[in-house]
């Protein structure tokens, strides 16, 4: 599995902003596809999830109502909408896998710099 996520830019607060994870694999039964983010000084933080093969998708606290995961089963592409953003959102934005049976995310693609501006 090889992700490459991109979509990132420079936007202002309040801006919306979709992300896009390419997804190169042959069969991603089985797989969770994940979106993290590192901002600044900070640690890496998990911001939500989609169980590929039926689009189960899950997020974290600081995330929810704004942040929405999905996939194109044909594109094999996982998004990031990302709404109202606000300068905290500013971050590097990186899209991992696992699969099932691994308990965490062990494929990484190369991340896109989101950075908001008030």
């Known amino acids: 599995v090889q992700l490459q996520a991109s979509g990132g830019g420079l936007v202002q607060a309040g801006d919306s902003l979709r992300l896009s994870c390419a997804v190169s694999?042959?069969?991603?039964?089985?797989?969770?596809l994940g979106w993290f983010r590192q901002a600044p000084g900070k640690e890496r933080e998990f911001v939500g999830a989609?169980?590929?093969?039926?689009?189960?998708?899950s997020y974290s606290d600081p995330v929810k109502g704004r942040f929405t995961i999905s996939r194109d089963k044909v594109r094999k592409t996982v998004y990031l909408q990302i709404n109202n953003l606000k300068p905290e959102d500013t971050a590097i934005y990186y899209c991992?896998?696992?699969?099932?049976?691994?308990?965490?995310?062990?494929?990484w693609g190369r991340g896109t710099q989101v950075t908001v501006s008030s």
């Open positions: 991992a896998a696992r699969f099932f049976t691994q308990d965490s995310y062990n494929i």
């Open positions: 694999a042959p069969n991603l039964q089985g797989y969770f």
């Open positions: 989609i169980r590929w093969s039926v689009g189960m998708t």
